[in-house]
């Protein structure tokens, strides 16, 4: 697409007002692929965020189905979605509600224990997207998928919500220099500690979901309009006192994760910046 219709101008007219958005960054917008890996109470609504936004081509992937209990928070399903496959049910909703998008629904969860036949599933689908958002609910899917990211050099969004505790950044793995300096996801929470809590231990207000999936919707687009300032930047919203801090990333020096990409790098000449 290199141009929109009069009516693509009307329903996108407050986006490209903002002056370093404007046209150009609306067709972006419309031209990027997503991926969009969990959707349950993140990734849904990531999803509708982005489709509301313009994106027209999306890759939906989980096994999950919907329960009753996932009503509170998941506002894309319903009563009479229960029993049925999340990505199914999300793919006719946004649909029905989003004229001419491209959606390709993959019934997978990417798991240490089958990552190997699933990588080989959706490793195609995955590197001709934008950007990847990690919205599982699991340590072990998203050391898999931040490996993925690093092998193929892809933009991951992560995000994450548990209790009152929510986290949220961005990693750019085809720029060297930041990797050099922030590192990947295993840095930040290595395998190795086995810590693991999600919503479904500790439980969660659905209002603060929707904060943390705003926020991810929110540094995916501004990447895909090149408004997006910083990555490896790692954000954490507490929602009981409304309080957010943020740190920059450090990369971690015997991570076997991403030091093959920073190795390589190395060899091809790049210059880092380290602090």
């Given at each position: 697409?290199?141009?929109?219709?009069?009516?693509?101008?009307?329903?996108?007219?407050?986006?490209?007002?903002?002056?370093?958005?404007?046209?150009?960054?609306?067709?972006?917008?419309?031209?990027?692929?997503?991926?969009?890996?969990?959707m349950?109470?993140?990734?849904?609504?990531?999803?509708?965020?982005?489709?509301?936004?313009?994106?027209?081509?999306?890759?939906?992937?989980?096994?999950?189905?919907?329960?009753?209990?996932?009503?509170?928070?998941?506002?894309?399903?319903?009563?009479?979605?229960?029993?049925?496959?999340?990505?199914?049910?999300?793919?006719?909703?946004?649909?029905?509600?989003?004229?001419?998008i491209?959606?390709?629904?993959?019934?997978?969860?990417?798991?240490a224990?089958?990552?190997?036949?699933?990588?080989?599933?959706?490793?195609?689908?995955?590197?001709?997207?934008?950007?990847?958002?990690?919205?599982?609910?699991?340590?072990?899917?998203?050391?898999?998928?931040?490996?993925?990211?690093?092998?193929?050099?892809?933009?991951?969004?992560?995000?994450?919500?548990?209790?009152?505790?929510?986290?949220v950044?961005?990693?750019?793995?085809?720029?060297?220099?930041?990797?050099?300096?922030?590192?990947?996801?295993?840095?930040?929470?290595?395998?190795?500690?086995?810590?693991?809590?999600?919503?479904?231990?500790q439980?969660?207000?659905?209002?603060?979901?929707?904060?943390?999936?705003?926020?991810?919707?929110?540094?995916?687009?501004?990447?895909?309009?090149?408004?997006?300032?910083?990555?490896?930047?790692?954000?954490?919203?507490?929602?009981?006192?409304?309080?957010?801090?943020?740190?920059?990333?450090?990369?971690?020096?015997?991570?076997?994760?991403?030091q093959?990409?920073?190795?390589?790098?190395?060899?091809?000449?790049?210059?880092?910046?380290?602090?």
């Amino acid at each position: 697409m290199s141009s929109l219709t009069d009516k693509e101008y009307l329903r996108y007219s407050r986006t490209m007002l903002l002056n370093d958005i404007g046209e150009a960054g609306q067709i972006a917008i419309m031209n990027s692929r997503v991926a969009i890996i969990g959707m349950g109470g993140l990734g849904q609504l990531v999803a509708q965020y982005l489709a509301a936004a313009g994106v027209k081509h999306l890759l939906l992937i989980d096994n999950d189905v919907v329960d009753i209990s996932n009503l509170p928070r998941q506002l894309l399903y319903s009563p009479a979605d229960i029993g049925l496959s999340k990505v199914a049910v999300a793919k006719r909703a946004l649909s029905r509600s989003h004229h001419g998008i491209d959606i390709d629904a993959v019934n997978i969860q990417l798991t240490a224990e089958n990552s190997r036949t699933n990588q080989n599933q959706v490793t195609d689908k995955l590197v001709e997207t934008d950007v990847v958002f990690d919205c599982t609910d699991n340590l072990t899917s998203r050391h898999v998928i931040n490996q993925i990211c690093v092998q193929h050099q892809l933009l991951l969004v992560s995000g994450a919500i548990s209790g009152y505790q929510g986290h949220v950044f961005c990693l750019n793995f085809a720029d060297h220099t930041t990797v050099a300096l922030s590192g990947c996801y295993h840095c930040l929470y290595p395998s190795e500690t086995h810590v693991e809590q999600n919503c479904a231990q500790q439980g969660v207000l659905g209002p603060a979901v929707g904060v943390i999936a705003s926020m991810q919707a929110l540094l995916g687009l501004q990447h895909i309009c090149s408004t997006l300032s910083q990555y490896g930047v790692w954000h954490c919203f507490n929602a009981k006192e409304f309080l957010w801090q943020q740190a920059q990333m450090r990369r971690d020096h015997q991570c076997h994760v991403c030091q093959p990409l920073h190795i390589s790098a190395q060899s091809e000449g790049a210059v880092y910046v380290t602090k």
